[in-house]
C-alpha cells in the first residue's frame, strides 16, 4: 500500500512538472513570436481601469492569453510610432472607467495632441463617460457618444475616511507623532474630519485640477474656461443635451465611428489594431535611455523581493536594479519615473543613496507621475533636474510616527499579556500597551532629527537655504504647478521633455529618436512560475484589488508603522 501511494504521488509531482515545461515551452514560442500590424489600419487606444507606470505580468499562452495592459511608457512610444508609420490611418480613443491619475492623463492627452500633428485624424468614441474619459476625448477631432448614453461631466469631488470611531469599538488606540502642521497623515486613526491645513490644501488641489479640467477642454472644444464651468454646472447631461450644448459632436453607434472614419480617410476597409497589439509589434526604435519606474509605497526589502508588487516599491530589488543600471555601459542616460506618496524613512534615504551614485556616473533626469510626495520626492533629491506636470502632487516635506496600542481590544477578546524586562525603554515595541512619556520623547527626538535631515537634503539639492525650504515644507502637499514656483522642481512637462533634456545631458543629437527601455521589465509566466515568492503576486494583486474598491484606505507603509515620510492623506478626485 505504502508503495502504491508512493507512485501516485511521484507521478503526481511528474505530471505536474511536465505540464508547467509544456507551459512554459508554449510560453516562450508566443514571446518569441511578435505581432504584425496590417496595411490601411486604425489604431485604437482602448484604456481602463489603472494606466500604470511599471509592467503588468504578461501571460503568453493560449486560452489563457490576455491583452497585455499598456503602460504609459507604451502609449508614449506607440503614439509617437504610429505618428509617422504609414500603415497607420488614423487613431479612436476608447477610454472607459479610468482610474488613473490626473497627471498621467495628461500624459497621454499630450501624446495623443502630439499624434494629431501628423494630420491623421482623431475620433474619440465615449461609452458611459465620466469627467477622465472626456479630458482625454477632448484631444480628438470628432467625439462619438452613444446615442442612450450620459456624459456624467458634473464638477470634482473629494473625501477622506476616518477610522477613529472604528478603532475605538475595537479597542484599538494608535499614537501618532509628527513634524509640519501639514503632516496630518495620522488623521485618519485620531480624528473624525478633516484639520483646517487639510482643507487648505485639499482646496489647492481641487482647485488647480478643475482649472485645469476647465481650460484644457474648453480649449479642445472651442469654448473659453468659464463657458466650461457654467456647462459642469448643468451636468450631468444625457446624450442628446452633451450633443445640444456641444460637448460632443455626434451621436452614433461604434460602426457609425468608423463609417465617419472611411469617409474622412478615403479608405473603404479599414483594420482595428488596438494599442495592446501595436505596441509589441513596434516596441520602439532610436537611442536606447533606460525608463526607471519607482511605483508604490517604499518599503524595505530584501534582494529575493520583487522591487514592484502591487502598491509598493521595495527598496531591496529597487537599489539592485539601480546598480545594474549604473554599470550597464549600454545605458546612456537614465529617466527615473516617479509614481510614490513616499514610506519608510530609512529606505528612502538608502534608495536616494544609490541614485546619486547612479547621477553621478551618467545622465539622470527625474520626472515625476501621479504623485511624488513625502519619501517619493525624497528620492528625487539627486541634484539633477526634476520635471513634473501641473496636476502632480507632491512635496510634503515632513515626517511622522504611527504606533497602534491593541490593549483594549486583548481585553475585550479575553487575552492578557505578562512580561519583565531589562533596560528604561525595552519595551517600547510592546503594543499592547501605550507608550511611556520617556518612549514618546524618544521617538519624537528621532523624528525631529529626521525631518532637519530631509529639509537639509532639499535645500541643498534644490540650492536653497534652510529656512526656505521649512517654511515650504511642514508636511504641505503642493501641486506641480505651486512647486515649479516654489522651485520645488525645475520645470513642468512630460515624458517629451524628460527625454529632450536626458538626451541634451547624454549629448544625443536634440531630433534623434528615442527608444525608452521600461525597467524592471514585464515578468513573464516563466519568472512568475520560478520566482522565488510566487504567493507575493497574489497578496500584490488581492492587494490591488482592494486598493481600487476603498482608495482611501491606509496605504502599506502607514500600516507597518515606524518612522515614515509618508504623504499625509490618500484621495481620490471624483
Not at 480624528?191 to 481641487?206: A, D, F, G, I, K
Not at 539639492?461 to 505651486?482: E, F, H, N, P, S
Request: glycine share 10%; net charge neutral.
Amino acid at each position: 500500500m505504502g508503495k502504491f501511494l508512493l507512485g501516485v504521488l511521484v507521478g503526481g509531482i511528474v505530471t505536474v512538472l511536465v505540464l508547467i515545461i509544456c507551459a512554459l515551452a508554449i510560453s516562450k514560442i508566443f514571446a518569441t513570436k511578435q505581432p504584425t500590424v496590417a496595411a490601411n489600419s486604425v489604431l485604437v487606444l482602448s484604456l481602463s481601469g489603472e494606466v500604470p507606470e511599471a509592467a503588468p505580468i504578461g501571460i503568453d499562452i493560449p486560452l489563457l492569453q490576455t491583452q497585455p495592459t499598456p503602460t504609459v511608457r507604451d502609449v508614449w512610444t506607440s503614439l509617437h510610432e504610429a505618428a509617422t508609420d504609414s500603415r497607420i490611418k488614423a487613431l479612436v480613443i476608447q477610454p472607459r472607467m479610468l482610474l488613473a491619475g490626473w497627471a498621467r492623463l495628461e500624459e497621454i492627452r499630450q501624446d495623443i495632441a502630439d499624434f494629431k500633428k501628423s494630420g491623421k485624424p482623431v475620433y474619440a468614441f465615449l461609452q458611459g463617460p465620466g469627467s477622465r474619459e472626456y479630458y482625454l476625448a477632448t484631444a480628438a477631432d470628432k467625439i462619438f457618444l452613444s446615442p442612450g448614453d450620459m456624459l456624467d461631466v458634473k464638477g470634482f469631488h473629494v473625501e477622506e475616511l476616518y477610522f477613529k470611531g472604528t478603532l475605538e469599538k475595537l479597542g484599538i488606540g494608535v499614537q501618532v507623532d509628527h513634524i509640519g502642521r501639514f503632516k496630518d497623515a495620522g488623521d485618519i486613526f485620531t480624528r473624525t474630519n478633516m484639520t483646517p491645513e487639510t482643507r487648505e490644501v485639499l482646496n489647492q488641489v481641487l482647485d488647480q485640477i478643475y482649472g485645469d479640467f476647465c481650460t484644457t477642454t474648453g480649449s479642445g472644444r472651442r469654448k473659453s474656461a468659464d463657458d466650461m464651468k457654467a456647462l459642469i454646472d448643468m451636468g450631468p447631461f444625457l446624450a442628446a443635451q452633451a450633443k445640444a450644448t456641444g460637448l460632443v459632436d455626434e451621436l452614433g453607434y461604434e460602426d457609425e465611428v468608423y463609417a465617419d472614419l472611411k469617409k474622412k480617410t478615403g479608405v473603404s476597409n479599414l483594420n482595428k489594431t488596438r494599442i495592446q497589439t501595436y505596441f509589441r509589434a513596434v516596441p520602439g526604435s532610436g537611442d536606447h535611455l533606460a525608463m526607471l519606474v519607482g511605483e508604490g509605497d517604499i518599503l524595505r526589502g530584501d534582494l529575493s523581493d520583487s522591487p514592484q508588487s502591487g502598491d509598493t516599491l521595495s527598496s531591496g530589488p529597487f537599489i539592485k536594479l539601480v546598480r545594474q543600471l549604473r554599470d550597464d555601459h549600454n545605458v546612456k542616460g537614465v529617466l527615473l519615473r516617479i509614481d510614490s506618496p513616499g514610506g519608510d524613512a530609512v529606505a528612502s534615504d538608502e534608495i536616494l543613496h544609490e541614485l546619486k551614485l547612479l547621477s553621478s556616473k551618467k545622465p539622470l533626469v527625474i520626472s515625476m507621475s501621479d504623485v511624488a510626495a513625502s519619501g517619493g520626492y525624497y528620492i528625487s533629491l539627486t541634484g539633477t533636474s526634476v520635471i513634473s506636470y501641473p496636476n502632480t502632487l507632491t512635496g510634503s516635506i515632513g515626517v511622522l510616527y504611527v504606533r497602534p496600542n491593541i490593549h483594549g481590544l486583548l481585553d475585550k477578546i479575553g487575552i492578557a499579556e505578562d512580561g519583565i524586562s531589562r533596560g528604561k525603554l525595552a519595551d517600547m515595541e510592546d503594543l499592547s500597551q501605550p507608550l511611556s512619556d520617556a518612549a514618546q520623547q524618544k521617538l519624537h527626538e528621532s523624528i525631529s532629527a529626521t525631518y532637519r535631515i530631509f529639509v537639509t537634503k532639499v535645500a541643498a539639492a534644490r540650492k536653497k537655504t534652510y529656512d526656505q525650504i521649512d517654511a515650504l515644507a511642514q508636511g504641505r502637499v503642493w501641486m506641480g504647478a505651486q512647486a515649479e514656483q516654489n522651485g520645488l522642481v525645475d520645470q513642468l512637462g512630460g515624458l517629451d521633455q524628460a527625454v529632450a533634456l536626458l538626451r541634451q545631458k547624454a549629448h544625443l543629437p536634440a531630433q534623434g529618436k528615442t527608444n525608452l527601455i521600461l525597467y524592471p521589465a514585464r515578468k513573464s509566466l516563466l519568472e512568475l512560475l520560478t520566482g522565488a515568492s510566487t504567493e507575493s503576486y497574489a497578496d500584490a494583486a488581492a492587494t490591488a484589488k482592494l486598493r481600487k474598491m476603498l482608495p482611501e484606505l491606509p496605504g502599506p507603509a502607514i500600516l507597518k508603522g515606524g518612522i515614515m515620510r509618508l504623504m499625509p492623506y490618500r484621495f481620490v478626485i471624483q
